[in-house]
């Protein structure tokens, strides 16, 4: 069974400075998705960036992008230029390429403040 | 705004009663997933259909059932309710052709406080 580890419960930054939240899986196939996913108070769930374990390229949207360490099983998440709404929850998620369903990490939840 | 929708928003209820939790999935969207996120807590991966049949279980209680309609719209029943039952409930949708992997879209959830 895949297992998804976020070692960092808590984690605050200043507005305007960057952070990088840590996410570490454990799987022994090759193909798979990696996601991290964002959960603001509100308590939505907002997809906030994917990374296919095929691709060597990390994954970049704007403010956010990854570093994707295949051999190391390692999907961490930046944020530059934090902005007070980026506080939230976090959580990193592992799909097989041959399955929907998805495992996610306990979550990180990050505090950006002013 | 993810296209996804679920009710009820909310939902109390006493142990030892049957909820049932609605979803609509995206316009498109053949697969429907359910989640279980109960207090300060990761999600759970419940149940899985793809286009009106069962494609994956998880952690899924006996107590807990889920189907999908010929609509697409999917139902979670869940009965005989305990006090650790109350959490949010997510549907999530994706294009979800079953042997490809495509990104799962969250509904707003459903939070049921079992009293």
């Known amino acids: 069974a895949q297992t998804v580890t976020q070692s960092q419960p808590e984690m605050s930054v200043q507005e305007a400075e960057t952070v990088t939240l840590s996410c570490t899986y454990d799987t022994s196939e090759n193909n798979y998705y990696l996601f991290w996913y964002k959960q603001p108070p509100s308590r939505q769930m907002i997809l906030v960036i994917r990374?296919?374990?095929?691709?060597?390229q990390n994954a970049t949207e704007n403010r956010f992008s990854v570093n994707f360490q295949k051999a190391a099983k390692s999907f961490s998440l930046k944020i530059s230029d934090s902005q007070l709404g980026d506080t939230a929850m976090y959580f990193c998620a592992f799909q097989l390429s041959n399955a929907g369903k998805s495992t996610f990490g306990d979550g990180t939840t990050l505090t950006v403040k002013p | 705004d993810s296209g996804v929708t679920q009710t009820p928003k909310h939902l109390i209820t006493a142990t030892g009663q049957r909820v049932t939790l609605r979803c609509s999935p995206r316009s498109g969207d053949l697969s429907v997933y359910w989640y279980q996120q109960s207090l300060d807590q990761g999600l759970q991966f419940l149940i899985q259909?793809?286009?009106?049949?069962?494609?994956a279980k998880g952690n899924i209680l006996e107590r807990f059932s889920a189907q999908q309609f010929p609509d697409l719209h999917s139902e979670l029943n869940l009965s005989s309710l305990e006090l650790g039952d109350s959490a949010l409930y997510f549907c999530?949708?994706?294009?979800?052709?079953?042997?490809?992997?495509?990104?799962?879209?969250f509904g707003p959830g459903t939070r049921l406080t079992v009293l």
């Open positions: 999530a949708s994706s294009v979800g052709h079953p042997l490809s992997t495509d990104t799962q879209y």
């Open positions: 990374q296919e374990a095929y691709k060597q």
């Open positions: 259909y793809y286009n009106g049949e069962e494609r």
